[in-house]
Every structure is written in C-alpha cells, then in structure tokens.
C-alpha cells in the first residue's frame, strides 16, 4: 500500500531490505506491439525487439512476479481526441484497413521520421490505452506505480501530425484522460518529466497553456540543431497565458551529457520546482536514448543515473508515478537502464552505483540560463548558484561536432575520453606539486558526529590538538587549526550502536557507530560543525589513525560530489581504520552534511558477530551525555537512557 513505504523496507544491517516490497507495481507488456514495423522488413533503430529485450530483461531478473503484470488496452477514439484531432486518429485508425503497404508508405513519406505497417495502428492505439491503463490504476490507488512498456513511443506526435517516430502522443493521452475525463480521482495537477534525448515537442504544444500539466524536458539542443530541430525546446519556451512559468526546458548544448550533469538539473531546477508545484501525480516519459551507449543520443546516462533520478521524482505525490517508454535504441543499454527503474519503483534495495564527477562547464550554464529565464514563476530558483557549486565541472575540450546519429561521433568520444583521462592525470601532478590542502581548505563541508565528538572539547582537540577530560591520550590537531565557523544540531533517520572492544583513546568498551543506511526507525542525535573540507580531512585521518601530514587527502572535491550521488563512500586508503565511510546526510543550505562510520561489511560483522558489540567505557559514555546535555538536547538522566539504549539493542 502506498502509505506502507520505504521506512519499512529498510532495517536489516547487510546493505539488503529485509523481506518482501510492500510497493504494487504496474508492467505493461503487450506482443502485439511488437507488430509495427518497417514495411518491407530493412533495419530501424525503433524496433520491435525494443520492447521485447526490455521485457525479457525483468523477467529473466525475477522483477514480473513481484509486480502487477497487465495486458495492453486500446485507447478510445473519445481519449485520443482530447489531445489529438479527429482528423489524425481517423488516420492512424485508418492504416490498418489499408489493403497494401503501398498506401501506407505514401503516408509515410510525407511525415517526418516515420514508417507503417499492417501493425503499426494496432500498436498505437495499444501503447496510447496501454499507458491510460496505468495512469488510471495509478490514479486510482490500486497500483502504486507503474511502467508501461510500449512503443511505439508518443511524445514528438502532435495534435496532428505523427512525427519522430510517434503516432499517438501516448502520456499526453493519458494526462488528458485524468484531467478531463476523470475529475473524480482528483488529479488536479500532473507533473510531466521528459528525459527522453529529444525535446517533447508534441507534449508541450498540447499542454502549452495549461497550468494543470507542468511539463518538464531536458534534452540535446544545440542551437536548434538535434532533432526535432528548430526553437521549441529551447529554454525561453515557458508557455503561455494561464500556461505561463508551466513549461521547463533544459537544452543540452552538447552531447556527451551523463549522470552528473542529469542530476544536476534535476537538483538545481527540476526537484525545486516540483517541491512548489507538488503534483497530485507524476508521468515520465521515460525514453532511454540518453543511456550510455545509445547510437542516436551521443550522452552518457548510466543505469544507476536514471534509477537517482527516478527515485528522486517518488518523492512527490506519494510515490505516484507512471513510467512510459519513450525512445532509446541500444537494446542493451535500455533494458538495463528499465531493469534499474523498475528496482527503484519497487523500492525492494538501496540503490547502487556511482558516477564520473562533475557537470560540464556548458550544462552549468544552461542551468544558470534557466533558472533565471523561470524565477519570476518559481521562486526557489532565484537564488545565484554559488562559485563553489559551479566551478565544480568537466572542462570541454574543443572539437567540431554538429549532428548526432553519426559514427564519426562515435570516433570523436573515444578521442574525448582519452583527452579527458589525459586531462585529469595532469590536473593530479598540478595539484600535488601545490598541496590538496589549498583547495579544500575554500569547500566547507557539516560535520556531524554522534559520538564523543559531539561535546565540542573533545572534538576540539582533532582540530586545535590536546587532550580533554577524560581522553588516555592527546591528538596533534588539523594542519588548519581554527574553529568550526558555525555549530548546529539535527536528527538523522540512523542506527546508533556501539562496538569493538577497547579504543587507545578512552581504553576499554565499545565506541559509537551509525549504520551508514538509512533506518526511519531509529533517529540518531548528531552536533554539526562547519568546517573545511580539509579540516574535516584531518578529523578522518586521526579517526582513523593515521598521520595527518599525508600528501593526498582521504576524501576529495570528487569523492565530495560522489558521495552525494552514492550516498556513501568507503573510502580506500582507511581500509583498516575503523571510521572508513563517509556518509552523505544531505544539505543544510549549500553546504552538504557528512559523517564518517564504518563500512557495510563491518557493519555485516557486528550483526554476524565476528566484531563484538559492546557497551562503551564510563568515560566514553560520559563524554557523549555532557555534548549531547550542553547542546541542550536532553537533560542528563534522558541523555544517559538515550545512550543506555542505543549500547542494549542488537543490530
Ligand atoms: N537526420 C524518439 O526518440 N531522427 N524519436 C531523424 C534525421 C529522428 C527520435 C534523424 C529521431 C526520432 C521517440
Ligand atoms: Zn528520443
């Protein structure tokens, strides 16, 4: 059920939910759409086999038991006219009754990106049905979420005209449907994502002065010259009359385009945005043609990219979302990335991954370029992105592309990749030769600790050096040894347990740990500091018992955004440390909040047994009540309890 979700699911201590997904999830999967197709047989990148590698994919996973599967449904005539003419739906209708593929070629050819068989009206009223299907269950609250695996794909079809191709616009179909035809479901606002390569041109006519439907597409651009060319997908396109501030695009002026520069549109303007908006439900028009490996998008969109953007979208409206199958054209990459997808909507693990680094210099500036062309409608993206933010990017080498679908791309990109390689070990030597200090010492980071460092004279002496009440021992101190600019508290949604068997710190007993996964059962009481990345360094150095005179840092700008994507990050070179993973808590303002524990696999050992679990010393337990007392977050006796608790429950 839908209120029964994620919170739930979390709690076992291997990394793995415990027991069985409590999320209904929709598939539909329908042969018949299959049945669209060239008409004398020669090879097309929009396929049959699309639909089917994508289906053979989740079933061969063991995903189509756990989920809802249904058959296609036809659309109505009376449903496709909400968005489309008679005219059109008469045409599409009408190609089945064709006696020869003769006719139906003559159509074709005067459409733009276009082919039909005796199959291919079948399958449009299939994959239009098919996708109203879902939405109407979605909507409904019988299923929680969905995927409507379909093709032919919707939305370049415009109210008259199939083109790029689509023959039905198959998600403005179904939004349409929920708005129109189905006021008692009380969809009043529908968010439309289009990750699709290609600007949802047909989408955003049909809903271009509508304020119910706030349609979102990030797509390759470049000057009006990726298809389907021309202004419309440009950034200035923001709808009109009571549709104005309800039409987002996000034009790519480069290919290449991968997890990083995804995400960051979808930080920095989507997810904001859709905060304000906040949707009675969510529609994705789910093409896979930015995948990595794509022969017609030229971007780098891994699997674990789109399940992060995914699940960031289940944010909204309770986890309502309908994925419709757009584009995408390596039969590899888009059944991995759909297998990816359905994982995220069944919620049944943490998502696993990880991603290059940064954005591009070119996607920064187009998200700054859109933020301020749709401030005025939505406020949360007035505010400047600050230095620090965008100087974090992936210069582009200069190197003459124009279009897309070409081998020559291909070439272009191996050479890319090796300049890039090239570029990122010279920027090392660079570095090294002038300390990593310098340039952590300007990125601040949260530190949020939960354990002894939470009464700020003990965690003082990992910055200023010594030894408080209470310590067997003094620490030399951050290289960087002044204060944290700013001291806050918060509670985090994480296991507090205490472990190993004696520290050469505070002697005999355990000392405190957090399950680096998220546990909405438990809430863990953590003082934050501001401080400097490379202070924070320093901190992960003597956590770990290293020398903090180290020639390169534990924890860098690019394990910073990565730990972002990951959520957390073990981290190498503390491999025998006991305080090795860094943990992304998330973000207060701008700043990202971190804390370090131990490792999943030694969490895997304290529940096994091997490491033993053990209440802490006196003077340990002593040093978090005082923090925990003088942050004002319980009186002594609570703070003792709190403490006493977390040291008693087994893992
Ligand atoms: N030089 C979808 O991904 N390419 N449609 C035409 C002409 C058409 C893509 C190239 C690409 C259409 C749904
Ligand atoms: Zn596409």
């Not at 079933?59 to 296609?72: D, K, N």
């Not at 003459?400 to 070409?406: A, I």
Request: charged content about 25%; proline content about 5%.
């Amino acid at each position: 059920m839908a209120g029964e979700s994620s919170g739930s699911n979390f709690g076992d201590c291997n990394g793995e939910f415990v027991g069985k997904s409590h999320r209904k999830v929709g598939l539909v999967y329908d042969e018949a759409m299959c049945k669209h197709d060239t008409p004398d047989g020669e090879d097309h990148p929009e396929c049959p086999d699309r639909i089917r590698v994508i289906w053979e994919k989740l079933q061969f996973a063991g995903v189509t038991q756990r989920c809802v599967v249904l058959g296609g449904s036809k659309a109505e005539d009376k449903h496709l006219q909400l968005v489309h003419t008679k005219d059109h739906v008469n045409l599409v209708k009408s190609l089945s009754t064709k006696q020869k593929d003769y006719r139906r070629n003559r159509i074709a050819s005067q459409l733009n990106s276009i082919y039909l068989n005796g199959g291919s009206s079948e399958a449009a009223y299939l994959a239009a049905g098919s996708v109203v299907e879902v939405a109407e269950k979605v909507a409904e609250g019988e299923l929680d979420c969905g995927f409507a695996i379909v093709r032919p794909p919707g939305h370049h079809a415009e109210a008259d005209e199939a083109m790029g191709f689509c023959l039905f616009n198959n998600v403005a179909v179904a939004a349409s449907y929920l708005l129109n035809e189905r006021p008692d479901l009380g969809i009043k606002k529908i968010l439309i994502v289009d990750w699709d390569v290609h600007h949802g041109n047909g989408t955003q006519k049909m809903f271009w002065k509508d304020p119910r439907v706030l349609f979102f597409s990030v797509h390759r651009h470049e000057s009006g010259s990726f298809y389907p060319a021309g202004d419309d997908g440009y950034y200035n396109m923001v709808g009109e009359g009571p549709g104005e501030g309800f039409n987002i695009n996000v034009p790519w002026e480069q290919g290449r385009c991968g997890d990083a520069d995804y995400l960051a549109a979808w930080d920095h303007i989507l997810i904001p945005v859709a905060k304000e908006f906040n949707p009675d439900i969510v529609l994705l028009s789910a093409g896979f043609d930015a995948a990595i490996g794509d022969p017609l998008g030229g971007c780098r969109v891994t699997p674990y990219g789109y399940s992060v953007m995914l699940k960031k979208l289940m944010e909204f409206s309770q986890g309502k979302i309908v994925m419709a199958l757009e584009g995408g054209y390596n039969l590899d990459s888009i059944a991995k990335s759909s297998l990816a997808c359905v994982q995220v909507l069944l919620e049944d693990k943490p998502i696993q991954g990880s991603s290059e680094a940064y954005p591009f210099e070119t996607t920064w500036r187009v998200i700054q370029a859109v933020r301020k062309r749709l401030c005025a409608y939505w406020p949360s993206l007035a505010e400047e992105l600050s230095l620090k933010l965008i100087d974090q990017k992936t210069p582009t080498p200069i190197i003459v592309t124009s279009s897309s679908d070409s081998e020559t791309e291909d070439y272009a990109n191996e050479i890319l990749d090796q300049m890039s390689k090239l570029n990122i070990e010279n920027h090392q030597v660079d570095t090294v030769s002038t300390s990593w200090r310098t340039d952590l010492a300007k990125v601040d980071v949260w530190y949020a600790s939960f354990g002894s460092n939470m009464w700020k004279p003990r965690f003082l002496c990992y910055i200023e050096g010594g030894q408080a009440e209470g310590m067997k021992k003094a620490c030399v101190g951050s290289m960087d040894k002044s204060p944290p600019k700013e001291i806050m508290w918060e509670t985090f949604p994480h296991r507090l347990f205490f472990g190993r068997e004696s520290t050469v710190t505070w002697g005999v007993g355990g000392v405190a740990f957090t399950n680096p996964l998220t546990n909405l059962n438990d809430q863990t009481h953590m003082c934050l500091y501001r401080i400097t990345l490379e202070q924070f360094n320093d901190v992960l150095f003597q956590e770990n018992g290293l020398k903090v005179d180290s020639d390169s840092p534990l924890f860098d700008l690019a394990a910073l955004q990565l730990v972002q994507n990951k959520g957390s990050i073990p981290l190498e070179a503390a491999s025998d440390g006991w305080y090795g993973n860094v943990v992304f808590l998330g973000k207060q303002g701008d700043i990202p909040v971190l804390t370090m524990t131990c490792t999943l696999s030694a969490v895997e050992k304290f529940t096994s047994g091997e490491f033993p679990l053990r209440a802490p010393a006196k003077a340990y337990a002593n040093t978090l009540v005082r923090g925990l007392v003088e942050g004002g977050r319980f009186s002594e006796e609570e703070a003792q309890a709190y403490i006493d608790n977390a040291a008693s429950k087994p893992l």
